[in-house]
């Protein structure tokens, strides 16, 4: 086994890659990292199946890569399998960069293939070059900590066996193997930003410090660590700090609990948080969380936009963090009810109702209080009762001397979110409410000794 060999294996076992016995997905796509990383598992004894992506994008020089590969893979008797996509259109179709397009579609084969194969890892070949270029690109983007520890080793079931050594390693690899590759043209191009890093700023920082790639290596080892250890702290402040999470996605975050936390557990909670409500943590830099802190120090209303489509607002003591927007566009219609003896349901949204029947009083009769569950007294009600919205003009009695407070008025010393009051289900005589669910009830329909029939309400629904 070459040393170069015993290097590459020796960073498997470090990071428990594989097992023995174990197939691998190989990203081949003809150039120096790949071949090498298809040549050493090969050697190593492992089971690689080779996967080649042809883009659709350089024509004939993409064809020939294909060629290339497939040629190669039948020289060392290896599992060969070629998808082709026009990457461009996908791009424009998904409205996502050509780059981002060709990865997403990369390792949708790549874990097709697994699972066709029963294959356990993918193994793609990133080398130390690649980690440098990376931490030097997140940095410029403003990434924390995270984004500074650059490309992990192991990622899920994705593997990065080249990580530990260099791209000149690779090459003289090859070149002592009397092995060729491919050079993509793209890649000598400067008009993409990491090949700028590439083919620009990495040479000038070897002019300045012949060491520097192994010293930004060695700066992401360092991050990653300080990061795992800060994540743990932050997830406990996290476990503190979160109000709710729902199944729609939105993230709702106590903004007292979170100007507890020191600057940098707090800027972490809030990654983690926003990085919940897209479902994805690409694209969220710092400079968007520290939009979202400075918004903990406005007043309620306040709002600014994420990417993805989110939002995050306050609301009173609250950060929520969501996707959805105003929910006045889940107002239900107004439903009026016809009570009779028999007990009636009547759907107000998805997985919300209420049950009303009515009952003769006497003396068994018990006052239940229950926040979700109320009694008025049939015989005060006057006019048409229905189920609906909050409208203009709504109002209702608070005590027992006829006094009125505005609905409105009712959701602000409630502290009740502002995308919220749209959507309350209420249940009203024209514009008095009976009963703001949930929330409020009315001293004027209230059960007392002059009552002989009793209007039962009850509320099952999200909320109660």
Known sequence: MRDFEKKIYGFINEYSMTK??????????GGADSVCLLYVLKKLGML??????????????????????????????????????DIKALAAAEKMTVEEAGRRFRYECFEN???????????????????????????????????????????????????????????????????????????????????????????????????????????????????????GISDLG???????????????????????????????????????????????????????????????GSSINLPYGLTARISYEKLIISALGPESGKIFETIDVRINRNEIVIPINENENLEIWTEDRDSDTVIIKNDYTKMADYGKIKDTLCIRTPMEGDYIVIDDRGNKKKISR??????IDREKRTSWPVVACGNEIIWA????????????????????????????
Not at 56 to 84: Q, S, V, W
Not at 288 to 300: C, F, Q, R, S
Request: charged share 35%; aromatic share 6%; net charge neutral.
């Open 410 to 415: 009712i959701f602000i010393d409630n502290k």
């Open 113 to 231: 293939e697994r699972k066709e194969y029963g294959a356990d890892k993918i193994a793609v070949a990133h080398n130390k070059n690649d980690l440098a270029e990376t931490v030097i690109f997140n940095m410029t983007r403003g990434s924390g900590l995270n984004g500074l520890a650059g490309i992990k080793p192991v990622r899920d079931n994705i593997i990065r066996p080249l990580l530990d050594v260099k791209r000149n390693e690779i090459e003289a690899y090859l070149k002592e193997l009397g092995q060729d590759f491919r050079t993509d043209s793209t890649n000598l191009s400067k008009d993409y930003d990491r090949n700028k890093i590439r083919h620009i700023v990495i040479p000038t920082l070897l002019e300045l410090n012949a060491g520097a790639l192994e010293h930004i290596c060695e700066a992401a080892k360092d991050s990653e660590e300080s990061y795992n250890y800060i994540k």
């Open 48 to 85: 690689p199946v080779a996967v080649h992506i042809n883009h659709m994008i350089r024509g004939n020089e993409a064809d020939m890569d294909e060629k290339f590969c497939k040629n190669l893979c039948e020289k060392l008797t290896i599992p060969f399998k070629a998808y082709h996509k």
């Open 238 to 300: 996290l476990s503190r700090c979160l109000q709710e999470e729902n199944a729609d996605g939105s993230v709702v975050l106590d903004v007292t609990g979170l100007k507890k936390e020191t600057r940098i557990i707090r800027e972490n909670i809030l990654h983690e948080a926003i990085a919940r409500a897209a479902g994805r943590r690409k694209d969220i830099t710092r400079r968007h969380i520290t939009d979202v802190e400075a918004l903990l120090y406005n007043e309620t």
């Open 20 to 29: 023995e016995g174990e197939r691998i997905i190989v990203g081949l796509s």
């Open 437 to 464: 669910i949930g929330l409020r009830y009315s001293e004027a329909f209230k059960v007392d000794d002059t009552t002989e029939k009793v209007l039962y309400m009850k509320y099952q629904g999200k909320g109660e």
